[in-house]
């Protein structure tokens, strides 16, 4: 099993910042995939950023250039740093970890954080 803590939500005026932090304990893999997705009211989720055991980083089209998801492995800590929020930014965000084994794959999530951006 694999927890997930979730940190740094909250309200915050177009073009803010805020930083997201996931803190995972538990069982360890050595290839994985962790991230943020995030899920607006009436919408389905949707990936924000992940980056891998790798370091191969990805994100959303709608978040390059103002978002960048990083890691601290001696923490086990995954953080998200959003910049220029905008309105369309808020959602809850959602911390995954997608983990690989020769038998199968894993996911967990965290129990989410709400983000609101105001115009």
């Known amino acids: 099993q694999v927890q997930l803590v979730e940190s740094g939500g909250g309200l915050v005026q177009a073009g803010g910042f805020l930083r997201l932090s996931c803190a995972a304990s538990?069982?360890?893999?050595?290839?994985?995939?962790i991230g943020w997705y995030r899920q607006a009211p009436g919408k389905q989720r949707e990936l924000v950023a992940t980056?891998?055991?790798?370091?191969?980083?990805t994100y959303a089209d709608s978040v390059k250039g103002r978002f960048t998801i990083s890691r601290d492995k001696s923490k086990n800590t995954v953080y998200l740093q959003m910049n220029s929020l905008k309105p369309e930014d808020t959602a809850v965000y959602y911390c995954?970890?997608?983990?690989?084994?020769?038998?199968?794959?894993?996911?967990?999530w965290g129990q989410g954080t709400q983000i609101t951006v105001s115009s």
């Open positions: 980056i891998s055991s790798g370091d191969t980083t």
């Open positions: 995954n970890l997608h983990g690989v084994r020769p038998d199968k794959t894993y996911d967990y």
């Open positions: 538990g069982s360890t893999f050595s290839v994985y995939a």
